[in-house]
């Protein structure tokens, strides 16, 4: 292969995992395409719900206001009783946010609505998605990827350093590649649909027959939009009538109700559910994100969540080989990322489970704010902590004032693709400048000043130390004033320097 690349970074693909990637290589400056097979974006809500991690990183890519505008916080669920009467509960524990953890309810804002903010994003940052455009053959060898394109003009090949597949559980990508993908399809069939409807108000997730698994049926107003999104399981065999006078008979038959009343269906589909996860999520110089690499029933509102973490993971890894870190970097996003969609699979078919009986309770373990990567190759303590922030933790929040008297976040400090060093209580040349590191001081003579005590809480850190955050917000480093040598090889290893 020769070394004329077209683009450094090729991906399929442009849902939520893709458009996240896309925006994410765009910020660092690195060359890409991001094609879509679909002639126009999807329109549909499936993935409607936006957990706390991933607004913490909808925050760093400068999107968060936008989607929380465009969305809305979840109603209570009304679960009826066969007499008509009816219970309001809360469908996840109201939790105050805190310094730390300044996102802790889920949003609403329906998948095609968040696309929208992301496609809007990008285009921002100079790039747009290449609709009708589909990968259809690719080889590779030790220098890049060589990918047969199709779309209106006819068939191009392209070469790149590297390509991602983002496209679905269905991945072209993943199949050409022969990598397996175990798992099991889930007994369960269901509709999701966007409709028009009358008879029901929208201050309230309408459900009813809850526990009759033949029979359950469930009604959500969908934020920011004049749409229910209707979901019920179905019989695993034949047709489903998905048309407004099909739905309409559904929805009296399972409510006991004439009232209620489709008028239009937006998007619908009748699937399969399915828990699965790819052997591995890469090949050479090809990787899996999102759907691609593992599929989730959608309880409990992981699926979505997960993918948009997967590329987070990976755009910085892409983006730090690309500039010539060592290749190696690359290997750990497999490490870090397949036991996370392995543990959320467990979650969300349990969560199937209880929805089955009826007794669906969603706590902490849906936000993903404990996700971490201790085990990682990028996770170093000198000397090993028995407390407080520990190396692959997600980096907590904290407000500080600048020396200058105004107030700042740490996420504020974190924003953008670099890495960030924190010093408590240090001397600032106690290590050197580098390029795409960001060093504040924070402590009675730094530039930073922790008056709340709020970020020695979070971080329990003691003087001298020093604490380094991932370009993904988590902690690759804590070391003490006596170990800044470890720091500076561990920082030139991730091609810090």
Same mark, same amino acid.
């Given at each position: 292969?020769?070394?004329?690349?077209?683009?450094?970074?090729?991906?399929?693909?442009?849902?939520?995992?893709?458009?996240?990637?896309?925006?994410?290589?765009?910020?660092?400056?690195?060359?890409?395409?991001?094609?879509?097979?679909?002639?126009?974006?999807?329109?549909?809500?499936?993935?409607?719900?936006?957990?706390?991690?991933?607004?913490?990183?909808?925050?760093?890519?400068?999107?968060?206001?936008?989607?929380?505008?465009?969305?809305?916080?979840?109603?209570?669920?009304?679960?009826?009783?066969?007499?008509?009467?009816?219970?309001?509960?809360?469908?996840? =524990?109201?939790?105050?946010?805190?310094?730390?953890?300044?996102?802790?309810?889920?949003?609403?804002?329906?998948?095609?609505?968040?696309?929208?903010?992301?496609?809007?994003?990008?285009?921002?940052?100079?790039?747009?998605?290449?609709?009708?455009?589909?990968?259809?053959?690719?080889?590779?060898?030790?220098?890049?990827?060589?990918?047969?394109?199709?779309?209106?003009?006819?068939?191009?090949?392209?070469?790149?350093?590297?390509? !991602?597949?983002?496209?679905?559980?269905?991945?072209?990508?993943?199949?050409?590649?022969?990598?397996?993908?175990?798992?099991?399809?889930?007994?369960?069939?269901?509709?999701?649909?966007?409709?028009?409807?009358?008879?029901?108000?929208?201050?309230?997730?309408?459900?009813?027959?809850?526990?009759?698994?033949?029979?359950?049926?469930?009604?959500?107003?969908?934020?920011?939009?004049?749409?229910?999104?209707?979901?019920?399981?179905?019989?695993? =065999?034949? =047709?489903?009538?998905?048309?407004?006078?099909?739905?309409?008979?559904? !929805?009296?038959?399972?409510?006991?109700?004439?009232?209620?009343?489709?008028?239009?269906?937006?998007?619908?589909?009748?699937?399969?559910?399915?828990?699965?996860?790819?052997?591995?999520?890469?090949?050479?110089?090809?990787?899996?994100?999102?759907?691609?690499?593992?599929?989730?029933?959608?309880?409990?509102?992981?699926?979505?969540?997960?993918?948009?973490?997967?590329?987070?993971?990976?755009?910085?890894?892409?983006?730090?080989?690309?500039?010539?870190?060592?290749?190696?970097?690359?290997?750990?996003?497999?490490?870090?990322?397949?036991?996370?969609?392995?543990?959320?699979?467990?979650?969300?078919?349990?969560?199937?489970?209880?929805?089955?009986?009826?007794?669906?309770?969603?706590?902490?373990?849906?936000?993903?704010?404990?996700?971490?990567?201790?085990?990682?190759?990028?996770?170093?303590?000198?000397?090993?902590?028995?407390?407080?922030?520990?190396?692959?933790?997600?980096?907590?929040?904290?407000?500080?004032?600048?020396?200058?008297?105004?107030?700042?976040?740490?996420?504020?400090?974190?924003?953008?693709?670099?890495?960030?060093?924190?010093?408590?209580?240090?001397?600032?040349?106690?290590?050197?400048?580098?390029?795409?590191?960001?060093?504040?001081?924070?402590?009675?003579?730094?530039?930073?000043?922790?008056?709340?005590?709020?970020?020695?809480?979070?971080?329990?850190?003691?003087?001298?130390?020093?604490?380094?955050?991932?370009?993904?917000?988590?902690?690759?480093?804590?070391?003490?004033?006596?170990?800044?040598?470890?720091?500076?090889?561990?920082?030139? =290893?991730?091609?810090?320097?």
């Amino acid at each position: 292969m020769t070394n004329q690349f077209t683009a450094d970074v090729l991906i399929c693909g442009a849902g939520a995992a893709g458009l996240t990637l896309a925006i994410d290589l765009a910020r660092r400056g690195v060359s890409f395409r991001l094609i879509e097979k679909m002639d126009r974006p999807f329109h549909g809500s499936r993935g409607k719900g936006i957990q706390p991690r991933t607004q913490e990183i909808f925050e760093d890519l400068g999107i968060l206001d936008r989607i929380v505008a465009a969305g809305g916080l979840y109603p209570p669920q009304r679960v009826y009783r066969d007499d008509g009467s009816f219970t309001d509960s809360e469908v996840a =524990e109201h939790i105050a946010p805190t310094p730390a953890e300044p996102y802790h309810m889920a949003l609403m804002i329906p998948q095609f609505l968040t696309e929208a903010v992301m496609r809007e994003r990008l285009l921002e940052l100079g790039h747009r998605v290449e609709f009708g455009c589909e990968l259809v053959g690719l080889a590779q060898d030790q220098d890049g990827v060589t990918a047969r394109l199709s779309g209106a003009a006819g068939e191009e090949t392209i070469q790149v350093r590297y390509l !991602v597949g983002a496209d679905g559980g269905r991945s072209f990508v993943r199949h050409v590649l022969d990598i397996g993908f175990p798992g099991k399809t889930l007994g369960v069939r269901a509709v999701v649909a966007d409709i028009v409807l009358t008879g029901l108000d929208r201050t309230a997730w309408h459900r009813f027959n809850d526990g009759a698994t033949d029979r359950q049926l469930a009604l959500c107003p969908l934020a920011g939009t004049e749409f229910f999104q209707l979901q019920a399981p179905v019989p695993r =065999e034949g =047709e489903v009538d998905l048309s407004a006078e099909g739905l309409s008979a559904m !929805v009296t038959d399972r409510t006991g109700r004439d009232d209620i009343r489709v008028h239009a269906v937006h998007w619908a589909s009748a699937y399969q559910m399915n828990a699965r996860l790819a052997d591995r999520y890469s090949d050479g110089r090809v990787f899996l994100v999102g759907d691609a690499a593992h599929i989730h029933p959608p309880t409990g509102g992981q699926g979505l969540n997960t993918s948009v973490q997967d590329a987070y993971n990976l755009g910085w890894k892409l983006a730090s080989v690309i500039s010539g870190a060592s290749a190696t970097l690359l290997d750990t996003y497999e490490r870090e990322r397949r036991p996370v969609a392995a543990s959320m699979l467990g979650l969300a078919t349990g969560l199937l489970e209880a929805a089955k009986r009826g007794d669906i309770r969603r706590g902490r373990e849906v936000q993903q704010l404990d996700i971490g990567y201790p085990g990682s190759p990028l996770a170093l303590e000198k000397p090993e902590r028995v407390a407080g922030v520990l190396a692959g933790d997600r980096a907590p929040d904290a407000p500080l004032h600048g020396a200058g008297g105004q107030p700042t976040r740490l996420f504020e400090l974190f924003k953008g693709p670099h890495w960030t060093l924190l010093g408590y209580q240090v001397k600032r040349d106690a290590v050197p400048a580098r390029a795409g590191l960001h060093i504040h001081c924070i402590g009675p003579d730094g530039e930073l000043i922790d008056d709340s005590r709020h970020f020695h809480g979070a971080y329990a850190v003691s003087s001298g130390d020093w604490v380094l955050v991932r370009p993904d917000g988590y902690v690759g480093a804590v070391v003490s004033a006596q170990q800044t040598e470890a720091l500076m090889r561990f920082l030139a =290893e991730q091609g810090v320097v």
